[in-house]
């Protein structure tokens, strides 16, 4: 009989078989009906699942998820996709399944149909997923064997499953499915207990997609949709999108001149005009002084590397999939790097190693001593042997392997500990076009990164103070409403570096610092990076949205895998500890997040253009240009508006050009050696003399005051993530 531990301490006892939503009904009847999953050791799970079948622990650590927890949201949208699955399936034939997860504010599913799906379908749609919803048939979870896996996906002619089962689940021996009804869908879940649970949806759009996120594979049709537990968040949540559309970006630097994307240059690679380069100049100038002031220093490192660098770090192949191709001095170096891919893929055919060895010698390589007769894994060697012996370079993925070469570069004593070596370093990912998203998502970015190399003993400081410094940065732009992700690994998997002890080690230091903080965090399995765990700063707009924005990183494993040393306090050769940080993140990424958070109205100390003077008439210009000179005297950016125009234009072009203040001057104000102050925000501020309103801007500015942004105390966008509900 299971024993169940309930999160205030509380042991209860319950029969064999019970389930969550057992527990929930053994303490209230309100509290059964709110529950519509759990979580136990940290996964979130099934409320209708026995208990046993869940976690071998005695007790069993349970917390019951009701409608009021932003983790059962993710749990809803997707129940509410398959729903929406099953409608699409029962008003068209010939349905194909792809995967259909959770997003950050809703869910997708990806369907291979063909008829081509639009907004007009979506009303149809939608009322048959009513009808599903009205009948609150249940979720019923079941696992079979791999072998009947496959063959009931074929009898269910849902191909694309059946593929997936063979290749990406080849390592699983049982596949779990879930049932609603006459539909049937292979799903890891969790699930809600009946779709009654779902009492608010909408479908969102519709867009094109690629089985598995590959343009060489089939054409998918995405769904968008999302959900809620109540009418009111639903409603509220659409008031907040059509307010985000209003604030794109995109839309936003086109209008005011801030960034331009040119397919002449290539896609996802940014302009920076003059306007938008100035908010980037502000905010590095502003960190730089920043780190001066905490013992940084600048460093900058060259946008290519050699390969063999990346290779030493991790990044290359760990990140392959992510990275522009190699660059090769030999011209048969991108020829063999495919020839690799296909051997480690095992689709190498007799006919196409031919041909690679004909075009090769073709190329000035040749292979006599190739090893034909011999294993994929020793081709590979061979061909790797041949590609150290040739330059090969990576346009830069990461600025960390670089500065590592920098601190290896001289001896380094206990004495000289910390080190921290900061740049704004540009770096580069092959993003998908489809993916790519104006500044938000991009090719090239620039990081404003940093690396602190530190005895084991100066850790827990130095974190603390990267931490204190995320903290200062976002407060200067008004960002105070975050919470922090302590981002583990997950255990068990391969696709991390370094030993289990290192990451042992290193989780508990991050753990006991952020504890020391007093800043709230929740620890999320299988974020972490490749070389160790991170704490990121999740930030809350003005508008509800949630934005991964400053990320600090500890990481033991970069040092060993570079044996870098420095002498201690004994002589001996120790290995220090690396701090990643970057408070900004990326630069694009940043900004593109301040334009939609400010909607491009920046506070005076950002503003591309601080200030404009309005002369009344043309016979007011010279006193406009005494102005301005003394304004820029005092280091602000003021223009004068030199338009043949009446006042009222003049200042509605101002206001529509989100100009803070606005200096309306005409022959009066000269007699008395001053102007007439106009804020963006408040109004006409009425006369003041010349060194009163700088002053008065001044204070403003060198304060780095936040005046007004309009906030919105929705909070949906916060529920769910991609790993809430999982397809397989």
Same mark, same amino acid.
């Given at each position: ?43 979130? *799970?099934?409320? !209708? ?58 869910? &997708? &599913? ?63 021996? !049982? ?30 759009? *519709? ?104 290779? !030493? ?100 004593? &206990? ?66 409403? &975050? ?146 000179? #003394? ?45 007439? *102050? ?11 003399? #010349?060194?009163?309103? *700088? ?34």
């Amino acid at each position: 009989m299971p024993h169940v531990q309930l999160p205030d301490g509380t042991v209860k006892e319950f029969p064999a078989g019970a389930t969550a939503l057992d527990v929930a009904a053994s303490i209230g009847e309100r509290l059964a009906k709110a529950t519509v999953a759990a979580q136990i050791d940290g996964q979130i *799970v099934d409320a !209708t699942r026995p208990l046993e079948e869940l976690s071998d622990a005695n007790p069993i650590p349970l917390r019951l998820l009701t409608t009021r927890d932003a983790e059962a949201l993710g749990v809803l949208r997707h129940s509410c996709a398959h729903v929406m699955a099953r409608a699409v399936m029962r008003l068209y034939d010939g349905v194909g399944l792809a995967f259909g997860p959770t997003t950050g504010n809703g869910f &997708y &599913y990806d369907f291979d149909l063909e008829h081509p799906i639009s907004e007009e379908d979506f009303p149809r749609i939608e009322a048959e997923m009513e009808a599903i919803i009205k009948e609150e048939e249940p979720f019923e979870r079941f696992s079979l064997p791999r072998d009947e896996a496959i063959k009931l996906v074929r009898d269910l002619n849902q191909e694309l499953k059946s593929e997936h089962i063979e290749t990406g689940l080849a390592e699983h021996p !049982t596949l779990s499915f879930y049932r609603q009804g006459e539909f049937v869908d292979l799903c890891r879940g969790p699930h809600i207990p009946n779709a009654g649970r779902i009492k608010a949806f909408k479908l969102i759009s *519709v867009a094109g997609s690629y089985w598995k996120g590959d343009s060489s594979n089939k054409q998918l049709q995405r769904l968008y949709g999302t959900a809620f537990f109540d009418k009111k968040d639903m409603k509220a949540y659409l008031e907040q999108v059509e307010e985000a559309k209003r604030r794109d970006h995109r839309v936003l630097g086109k209008q005011h001149g801030l960034f331009t994307i040119a397919n002449e240059v290539g896609q996802g690679l940014c302009l920076w005009l003059p306007k938008g380069a100035t908010v980037r100049a502000l905010l590095e100038e502003f960190i730089k002084e920043e780190l001066l002031r905490r013992g940084y220093e600048p460093v900058y490192s060259p946008h290519i590397g050699r390969v063999e660098l990346y290779e !030493t770090s991790g990044h290359f192949p760990y990140y392959r999939d992510s990275q522009f191709p190699p660059l090769f001095g030999h011209p048969a170096g991108q020829l063999v790097d495919h020839w690799k891919q296909q051997l480690a893929e095992d689709s190498l055919s007799e006919k196409a190693e031919q041909d690679f060895l004909a075009a090769a010698a073709d190329l000035g390589a040749k292979f006599d001593d190739y090893p034909k007769t011999g294993s994929a894994d020793e081709k590979q060697a061979y061909l790797h042997k041949w590609e150290r012996q040739q330059e090969r370079y990576l346009v830069k993925p990461m600025n960390c392997p670089h500065h590592v070469q920098m601190f290896k570069a001289q001896p380094r004593s &206990y004495r000289d500990l910390p080190v921290r070596l900061a740049e704004f370093g540009t770096v580069y990912r092959h993003e998908q076009s489809g993916e790519l998203n104006g500044m938000l998502r991009v090719r090239g970015l620039t990081q404003d990164d940093a690396h602190l190399f530190c005895t084991p003993e100066q850790v827990e400081q130095e974190f603390k103070d990267t931490l204190d410094l995320v903290k200062y940065v976002l407060k200067s732009v008004g960002l105070e409403d &975050y919470r922090v992700q302590l981002s583990l690994r997950e255990r068990d998997s391969d696709k991390y570096v370094g030993s289990p002890e290192l990451w042992d080690k290193a989780e508990g230091t991050l753990r006991s610092v952020l504890q020391d903080s007093g800043l709230e965090f929740s620890e999320c399995e299988g974020e972490a990076a490749f070389y160790g765990p991170k704490a990121d700063f999740m930030v809350r707009d003005a508008i509800g949205r949630e934005w991964q924005l400053g990320t600090v990183q500890l990481d033991y494993n970069l040092p060993e895998r570079f044996q870098l040393e420095y002498v201690g306090a004994d002589n001996a050769p120790h290995r220090p500890v690396m701090i990643h940080r970057a408070p900004f993140g990326s630069m694009e990424r940043f900004v593109g997040m301040l334009i939609e958070h400010f909607a491009a109205a920046f506070p005076l100390w950002l503003a591309p253009e601080q200030v404009r003077i309005l002369g009344l008439n043309d016979d007011m210009l010279p006193y406009c240009e005494e102005i301005q000179q #003394t304004f820029r005297n005092a280091g602000f950016r003021v223009s004068i508006d030199r338009q043949s125009a009446n006042v009222k234009k003049k200042i509605r072009d101002a206001q529509l050009d989100l100009v803070p203040y606005m200096l309306v001057v005409g022959a009066k104000d000269q007699e008395k050696g001053g102007v007439s *102050v106009r804020d963006r925000i408040e109004g006409d501020l009425g006369f003041m003399t #010349t060194d009163e309103a *700088v002053r008065k801007l001044s204070e403003e500015r060198d304060n780095r005051e936040i005046r007004q942004v309009i906030k919105s105390s929705f909070a949906g966008f916060a529920g769910g993530s991609d790993d809430e509900g999982h397809e397989y």
